[in-house]
């Protein structure tokens, strides 16, 4: 079996060079593209098993480049390379799951390892669609309902005061758990057992990162509300009213 093509879109020499000798280092076969013309020009040669995006590029940007490039390649795994927490915001908002991004700076070893993961995450969601999350109680949805929540888990569906929330796998799964125990803190390591399909590939600032999203939305609902509480150095839980 020939050694996966790593698509390393990057405009910094410095920074590419070191994820292709890690990359190579590792096993893959990485291709280096400083802009995103060169990208797509690469990826119509065919071959391509993964994209490593930078955001910052100059001539487009990596969010419109991801875009022209899974409309070429659907379900074309991609990670993203993100400088600043406003593009970890977009990235998260993107919904492509929750390991699509590495925060620079960073290790080579952990892009690797990332890349190891995605690759093995894409095959194995090829091969099986992962299995829905356990059926709620209908004491527990009882519980979250005197709470402002009502789950429907057949329709994996929450909403917050009447309104339906419009959530990702991930946050859904993760308001799920700590609206059914209201009081309850947990720890992020916690919620990651419980909302990510692949747990090992997650880090807390993953977990942090989908809080944010969810606290957003349900201050669309309602602009004060706050139901999510953070524990410093333990974790969240849901307020107790
Ligand atoms: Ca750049």
Redo the contacts with the bound molecule.
């Keep these: 079996m020939s050694a996966p093509h790593i698509l390393v879109v990057?405009?910094?020499p410095a920074i590419a060079d070191t994820i292709t000798y890690a990359l190579s280092t590792d096993g893959f076969e990485p291709h280096w593209c400083a802009s995103g013309a060169a990208a797509l020009q690469a990826q119509a040669a065919g071959g391509i098993a993964l994209a490593i995006l930078?955001i910052?590029?100059p001539d487009i940007n990596g969010f419109e480049l991801f875009k022209r490039l899974t409309a070429q390649q659907p379900g074309l795994p991609v990670i993203f390379l993100t400088a600043r927490s406003g593009e970890i915001d977009r990235v998260v908002g993107l919904e492509l799951g929750a390991d699509d991004y590495v925060a620079k700076p960073f290790s080579p070893r952990e892009l690797v390892a990332r890349v190891r993961t995605v690759l093995r995450r894409t095959q194995r969601a090829a091969a099986a669609p992962p299995t829905a999350p356990t059926a709620t109680s209908s004491a527990a949805t009882a519980a979250a309902a005197t709470h402002g929540f009502a789950i429907d888990d057949e329709r994996k569906q929450i909403r917050f005061r009447g309104k339906a929330l419009d959530l990702s796998r991930i946050e859904y799964r993760l308001l799920k758990v700590l609206a059914e125990r209201p009081g309850r803190v947990y720890s992020r390591d916690e919620l990651m057992q419980r909302a990510w399909d692949d747990p090992a590939a997650a880090f807390d600032r993953t977990v942090d990162a989908h809080v944010k999203m969810l606290r957003a939305k349900l201050r669309e609902i309602d602009a004060a509300a706050d139901p999510i509480v953070t524990h410093r150095g333990l974790g969240y839980s849901l307020r107790e009213e």
Excluded: A, K, V
């Design positions: 990057e405009d910094e930078d910052g590029l």
